[in-house]
């Protein structure tokens, strides 16, 4: 996975929720509300991208912060549940 090359998943739609006040993820059996950390890692796959360019993205946004393993931990659960998918 960490070489692979990444997408967000056409079937969920990423949105800001006035209503909700957070980013959320819209799909046909509903919505998932994220946290702030899970829809920036999930905007960097708006494009495909492997995992350590998004890795190398977010650090050079938020320099000093060592993020790797979280955004290989949230990235783990999103394939799981299918938002994100292999190219």
Known sequence: ??????TRN????LQ????????VLLFPEGMVKLSDSAA???QQFEEPSSVQAVI?????????VDL???VR???EVACDKKWLESN
């Open 68 to 70: 790797a393993d979280d």
């Open 73 to 75: 931990e949230f990235v």
């Open 16 to 23: 800001f929720e006035k209503a909700q006040d957070c980013h």
């Open 1 to 6: 996975m960490e070489h692979s090359i990444l």
């Open 40 to 42: 920036e890692i999930l």
């Open 56 to 64: 190398a993205r977010l650090e050079a946004k938020f320099p000093g």
């Open 10 to 13: 056409p079937l969920f739609r």
